[in-house]
């Protein structure tokens, strides 16, 4: 029976033993006292650049010194347009008034400011640096001693160790004839094959003519005399040819491609396994030979003479060898060690902010509309030639519309088509043609829009519909029209019949030619028919779908409203009392082709790319998006659209008119309201006539004195708006007689007017929308606009006669589709305010801070769809601000609340870019004005001072980088535009701005340090924008002044903060180090000291003096920064451990520092690196590397190890057994070499309570004693940093720096060099597949070299690897001469990701097993250079030591 321990005794209850020594390291833990980081004044740069300038000029690498010249530019990039010419108009900057609208034009025709960084690609971490190739295209593979077991069982279970059976089995197709012979389909013929393996070990394939084996073999291949296995398919589909070795050819084929693949892996392999057997067998009679040899010649002579007498070319070369040549072979194909780090491998991108992209037009699902032919059941030959076939007897006209049954409204503007053949369109030319004189105005052919003719424009069956929220219930309504004749049900009436069509068709054609003559320009409502437009709500089309049944249309059911109830109904058809219209409608929904060319926009402007033919000429048709602000985006382009839709006109009760039943209404545009004002040509017209005319008449009603309207009236806005502009309506009765027995005046009295409506497009200076009811007046006195309203009705003097006493009978709705005129009431004030103070208008004081204040009551989707142009307005009264401050906060303020509503929108990106390519610093209009980033930076400070509006502050932190990133451009554009950037970076901006920087920053500081817990995201949030606009700072400004704001920063954490803190503090310094001239300004360079000086402080620029931290900066702080982390928990350590890693990773990929040299020069940076893990060497080696690690001399280890003094005069790093490092062996048991072979074992030995308290009282002085033991990830990262510095640096400095060390210290260093070798030693695939099925396991989500598995790998071989005749884990395998044969493998392509939620295939563990196999290489090679060095070196010190 054991003895228990003395420690165990002590317990005051059995089993809580591990409880009580947590509680222990706990308390030592939490009571040692970490002390204050030491603030270190960095250097002033830019005086040392100067002083120095020689040295630095003179340095071979000074492009690690200097700063490259025209490092930022601003570049002027044209718009793009989707359109040939410019949305905007020629003489729109002209014509406009409103300095709203000279924005607007402004901001749609001006070019993107970007301001550019030459190096920009290289102030990221490493994932975003320009050079690609991170990873090797080919990992090349290595064979391992410890892999000969796992190797020999996998060969064990594959096909060519199978004894006997059948290994393989299926159907082929074979011919056996002589390569000489022509080979056709019919050769071959259909076996069933059987592939198994004699009692000798040999393969056979046996053909069958079925699966049955009983039966007579039809043939058979032996596979011994077979040497390849090649694919043929020129010969057959799936065939594949079997070469023997006198040159005899078996053709087979398999049925499908995947037992191809199946069968030619298995013959591959065996035939491979053959070959290499023949091989083997020889090389073991050539070395059987050669051993005989050897053996007789004499044992006396010299190793050398007898290598060199030899005929081995192995033993020859090895005789030859030297250390330069072995330095040279090791270099041969060497890998940077950074290409299998996971992080490298993974390359994952998430997180990196994509490309800022410029505005551009809104991208919703487009698709296209073709509309082909309509026809109902009444046909007739109207034309002479046979070409057009039979028609429909009557002009038709077709006007299609999407409408959403979901949300209950119609999203698109109408398409009106013309599909009537010519001879049909021919019955409306005697109507129409003095029509288009009086009232819509002559079009002659000649006439272009934009270059193309405008009778290409007549007639467009294409249109192209845009849907920002596709979904299933989306339907396009096609409603039809004929000209006016009577009732709808009379109209219809002769379609529905069944008798004697050709009879029908000829009598409907008499009366149609009629009525065409008479009323061509009047139309009315015939039917209607409807079908779905999507899929589902990912906007695939229903391009299967076709149209209902044309229904017949109600008069009582004509409104929008009513149409969306109609459709509703349409989704029950078994519920329908629809009555439907014989017809067929022939319209093709498809998706735009990618060759999709001649389209307008809704505007008529073409699109690109735009032929000169005039055949399938598109037309986009507007989306009505609704008003929301996930929908909205910045207007890009030139639109000026009014929608108007008459609704309904109550004449029920009017006693004016005698006459008012068939209502038709006209629609005028008018700029005067004078007698003799003619109406604007501004109206769009219909398919057939003038691209704008002047009037727009709404369908008639026939004998209804209460009509509704569903048409809608599109007018093209002029650019400028006054109080005179007007929509006039005008009302007619039709008289729709058509008797040829009425005289001829009574014919000629078609129409007759019944009254007038009018309503101005401007009130209160905007654009007044949404639905109106207006009175009518039965005449139209002079200056009518001016009986607006009630009171000015009742109070004129003018002769108006109203109906119905002025009711509002006639109800209209207005929509308005423009990019330049604002219908917000806090907008429109505040633009016209500041368009008054432009004209010289005197400022009232506190007027400007209450419009201010007003825009907070902005409507989103205003501010969105403006935004480019509301905010250049905000920093352009910004920068023009005077003494005033209170107007430069609210201004401010402003800018805060449309940035934080547009992230509450998700709508950020389009901050961005305004940023980036519209964001344009004006010069201020005053010469003693600030320019915009110094008033921004105060304004920025006042209200993070403020402690009343702690909402403001809040947002303000959170979405600080506007702010910030406002600021660097507006910087970057005052040095390069007013040519600052050429003096000297001390000159360049006055101390002002820079005082007031300052004082931004101390600002922020409490915010972060002290609120952190309070608001999180926001101090997480502005952290980050700080270091990013700090690192654009040194860029531009004095740098030495920058370093000291970064200090001022740093200085404002403690070692004490929370885990929170200390990542705040690590994202700020890796975001800062990221600088695209980090090295540069580290000034890899000697500071040469006076002789006195040099001698009393060796240890400078080797250590983490305060020298060092001042004269490298921002690598000093960092590094000082990563080894006091390193004494804290887990979740610290690892943060900095990852920003030390990732940083080094982009040196080491940085394609302009990628010469040795340089190389050098920057692994000199890190050199410090060295003392830090010197002074934890402890923590990173652990009990287990100790003992596992061999010692080449018989001379003691522990002698140097347990008497190392630190040059701190610290206690022994690695004598120090605290149980909370993890690092003193169990029991207290020491460290005794047994053996020259390097086994260590353990003494026993006992310890208690009270002597590990006085083990931690003794070692409280070493900075390591309190801290817990790093893992097994922690130790690789911080030994991959390393051995990247080891590799680099140059040989002189790596030797100066040992000379530095006294015998004692230099084995330390060995030490860590057999560390390395251990943490990164090849665990073989047995281990690490295991390892990667564990990790794939449910909970654990890392790979084998990441914390949990690799402890797990780490644990499993000390467990079955520590017996003394455990195979090499850093060697390659051994030829043995008992014909053991070991796979060769190939370059296999690299995989680099493995998914382990999914499960861990054979292919991701051989992929692991070959990264660690490179690593372990890579590792070796690198510390095999290192000791040859250091041999070097240090011989005669070493060999004094071992005498």
């Known amino acids: 029976m054991s003895e228990v321990r003395k420690f165990t005794k002590r317990l005051s209850k059995p089993g809580t033993a591990a409880e009580l020594r947590q509680s222990v390291s706990e308390a030592v833990r939490s009571s040692f006292v970490l002390e204050k980081t030491k603030v270190v004044e960095p250097l002033d740069y830019e005086n040392v650049i100067l002083q120095r300038r020689v040295q630095i000029y003179s340095d071979p690498l000074r492009d690690l010194l200097i700063f490259p010249i025209e490092d930022v530019s601003i570049s002027i990039i044209g718009r793009q347009r989707r359109t040939v010419q410019s949305t905007v108009p020629e003489d729109a900057l002209k014509k406009a008034q409103s300095l709203f609208v000279k924005e607007c034009i402004k901001t749609y025709s001006s070019d993107w400011y970007v301001v550019n960084y030459k190096y920009e690609e290289y102030s990221g971490d490493f994932r975003m640096l320009p050079c690609k190739s991170f990873r090797p295209d080919k990992i090349p593979s290595h064979v391992f001693e410890i892999d000969e077991d796992f190797e020999k069982d996998e060969d064990s279970s594959s096909l060519c160790s199978q004894k006997g059976g059948v290994i393989k089995q299926g159907w082929l197709h074979k011919a056996n004839i002589n390569s000489t012979i022509t080979v056709t389909m019919k050769v071959f013929k259909r076996r069933y094959f059987y592939l198994s393996q004699l009692t000798d070990g040999s393969y056979i394939l046996n053909s069958y003519k079925d699966e049955k084996i009983s039966k007579e073999s039809k043939g058979c291949i032996f596979l011994d005399a077979c040497n390849d296995v090649v694919q043929c398919p020129k010969m057959r589909r799936y065939a594949f040819e079997l070469k023997t070795i006198d040159k005899y050819s078996h053709y087979l084929a398999a049925e499908t491609e995947q037992e191809m693949e199946e069968w030619l892996v298995t013959l591959r392999k065996i035939i491979q396994s053959n070959t290499e057997s023949l091989v083997q067998e020889k090389k073991d009679a050539v070395e059987s030979v050669q051993d005989d040899e050897s053996s007789t010649q004499g044992k006396s002579e010299n190793i050398l003479e007898s290598l060199e007498r030899s005929m081995h070319p192995e033993l020859m070369k090895y005789g030859r060898e030297t250390d330069q040549l072995n330095k040279l072979s090791r270099n041969d194909g060497r890998q940077n060690i950074f290409s299998f780090d996971p992080e490298v491998q993974r390359l994952d991108f998430s997180g990196i902010e994509p490309d800022v992209k410029p505005f551009e037009e809104k991208c919703s699902r487009r698709f296209v509309v073709c509309c082909q032919d309509f026809s109902l059941n009444l046909l007739a030959q109207l034309s002479d030639t046979a070409e057009e076939g039979p028609t429909n007897v009557e002009p038709f006209f077709l006007s299609l519309a999407l409408f959403d049954l979901k949300n209950n409204c119609k999203i698109s503007a109408d398409f009106h088509v013309d599909l009537n053949p010519p001879s049909v369109r021919d019955m409306l030319l005697d109507n129409s043609e003095p029509r288009t004189e009086g009232t819509q105005g002559h079009c002659p052919v000649q006439s272009l829009v934009h270059g193309i003719p405008e009778s290409c424009l007549r007639y467009i069956k294409w249109g192209v519909f845009s849907v920002t929220n596709p979904h299933t219930e989306i339907f396009l309504v096609a409603r039809v029209e004929k000209v006016l004749q009577g009732s709808i049900a009379h109209c219809v009436e002769p379609y529905m019949k069944n008798s004697d069509p050709g009879k029908t068709a000829q009598k409907v054609h008499k009366v149609a030619k009629q009525v065409c003559s008479r009323l061509g320009q009047y139309r009315m409502p015939f039917g209607w028919a409807a079908r779905p437009v999507f899929k589902d709500s990912q906007g695939t089309l229903d391009a ?126 008018r700029d005067s309201d004078e007698v003799d004002a003619k109406p604007l040509k501004c109206i769009y017209g219909k398919p057939g006539g003038p691209l704008l005319t002047t009037n727009a008449y709404a369908a008639v009603l026939h004998h209804n004195q209460s009509p509704e309207f569903y048409d809608e009236i599109k007018i093209e806005l002029p650019i400028h708006l006054h109080q005179k502009h007007h929509l006039l309506f005008t009302f007619y009765h039709v008289s729709c ?117 007003c825009l ?281 451990i990852s920003v030390l890693k990732n940083l080094l990773i982009k040196h ?126 922690e130790i690789r990262t911080l030994l991959m940093c390393y051995l990247y510095i080891v590799k680099m640096i140059s040989e002189d400095t790596l030797l100066a720096y040992w000379n530095k060390f006294s015998p004692q210290e230099l084995i330390n260093v060995l030490v860590l060099l057999e560390v390395c070798l251990f943490h990164f030693r090849y665990v073989g695939k047995r281990n690490i597949a295991s390892s990667c099925m564990r990790a794939s396991g449910p909970g654990e989500r890392r790979l084998a070299v990441s914390p949990p598995a690799s402890c797990r790998v780490h644990d499993a071989w000390l467990s079955k690897h520590t017996a003394a005749d455990r195979k090499s884990q850093t060697m390659p395998a051994l030829r043995s001469r008992a014909g053991v044969r070991l796979q060769h493998l190939g370059s296999l392509e690299t995989s680099f990701t493995l998914n382990h939620n999914a499960g861990t295939s054979e292919a991701d563990i051989v992929h692991q097993a070959l990264l660690e196999g490179n690593i372990a290489t890579e590792v070796c090679l690198t510390v095999l250079d290192t000791i040859s060095f250091f041999t070097q070196s240090f011989k005669d010190r070493m060999d004094s030591l071992l005498l």
């Open 544 to 669: 299967n779908g076709k149209f209902s049944p044309l229904y017949k249309q109600d008069s009582g059911k004509l409104s929008n409203e009513d149409m969306l109830k109609l459709l509703a109904e349409y989704k029950k058809p078994e519920k329908t009392k629809l009555q439907v219209i014989p017809a067929q409608l022939n319209i093709v929904i498809k998706d735009i082709p990618l060759d999709f060319t001649n389209c307008f926009t809704a505007s008529f402007i073409p699109i690109k790319p735009f032929g000169k033919g005039c055949e399938d000429i598109a037309v986009e048709v507007e989306e009505l998006v609704p008003e929301v602000a996930k929908y909205c985006y910045p207007f890009t382009v030139y639109k000026n659209h009014l929608y108007v839709y008459p609704l309904h006109l109550k004449y029920e009760n009017q006693k004016v008119f005698a006459k008012a039943r068939n209502i038709a209404v006209c629609l005028e545009f």
């Open 737 to 853: 007689e058509i008797s040829t027995k009425a005289t001829s005046k009574k014919q000629d009295t078609v129409e007759t007017q019944v009254g007038y409506a009018w309503v101005p497009l401007l009130k209160d200076g905007r654009i007044a929308t949404l639905e109106r009811h207006l009175p009518v007046s039965s005449n139209l006195p002079p200056g009518y606009l001016g009986l607006g309203d009630t009171e000015s009705r009742k109070q004129s003097s003018m002769d108006a006669k109203w109906v119905d006493g002025a009711k509002p009978l006639f109800k209209i709705r207005i929509h308005l589709d423009s990019t330049i005129y604002t219908q917000d009431m806090h907008l429109h004030k505040f633009f016209h305010y500041c368009q008054l103070v432009q004209a010289g208008a005197k400022e009232v004081p506190g007027e400007l801070v209450k419009y201010l204040k």
């Open 856 to 1136: 907070h009551a902005m409507e989103i989707q205003v501010m969105i769809q403006f935004l480019p142009v509301i905010l250049m307005q905000l920093f352009r009264v910004l920068t023009n601000v005077t003494q005033e401050d209170e107007v430069a906060v609210n201004c401010t303020m402003v800018l805060l609340h449309i940035v934080s509503t547009c992230h509450e929108e998700g709508l950020d990106h389009y901050l961005r870019s305004f940023i980036k390519y519209v964001f344009r610093a004006e010069k201020p209009s005053a010469k003693q004005v600030k320019m915009t980033h110094e008033i921004l930076v105060l304004s920025m400070a006042t209200i993070l001072k403020q402690s009343a509006d702690f909402l403001a502050i809040n947002k303000l932190l959170k979405y600080s980088w506007f702010f910030f990133e406002a600021l660097a451009k507006s910087m970057a554009m005052y040095l390069l535009e007013e040519n600052k950037i050429k003096l000297p970076r001390g000159q360049r901006f006055p101390e002002s701005y820079q005082h007031a920087l300052h004082s931004l920053l101390l600002a922020i500081i409490p915010h972060v340090t002290i609120r952190y817990n309070e608001i999180p995201e926001e101090s997480r949030n502005v952290n980050f924008s700080l270091a990013n606009f700090l690192k654009r700072c040194l860029t531009f400004m004095d740098r030495g002044f920058v370093f000291n704001l970064i200090n001022d920063y740093i200085s404002g954490f403690s070692p004490k903060d929370p885990k929170l803190l200390v990542e705040y503090k690590f994202e700020f310094l890796q975001t800062v180090c990221n600088h695209e001239h980090y090295i540069p300004l580290n000034l890899p360079m000697t500071f040469s000291k006076p002789k006195l000086q040099r001698v009393q402080d060796i240890n400078l620029e080797y250590s983490l003096t305060d020298e060092y931290c001042r004269h490298h900066f921002l690598v000093g702080m960092l590094l000082r920064e990563a080894s006091i982390a390193l004494q804290d928990n887990y979740d610290i350590r690892y943060t900095a």
């Open 1148 to 1273: 080491a990929f940085d394609n302009r520092y990628q010469h040795k040299n340089q190389q050098a020069k920057i692994a000199q940076l890190y050199l410090p690196l060295f003392g830090v893990l010197l002074e934890n060497l402890q923590r990173v080696a652990g009990h287990e590397a100790l003992t596992s690690c061999p010692v080449s001399s018989p001379a003691s280890r522990d002698e140097f190890i347990c008497s190392f003094p630190s040059p701190s005069s610290r206690s022994s790093l690695i004598a120090d057994k605290d149980p909370a490092c993890g690092a003193a062996l169990p029991n207290g048991h020491a460290i005794k070499r047994e053996d020259s072979k390097g086994s260590l074992n353990l003494e026993g030995a006992t310890s208690s309570l009270d002597q590990c308290e006085n083990i931690r009282r003794s070692s409280m002085r070493s900075s390591v004693s309190h801290c817990s033991r790093l893992d097994q990830f």
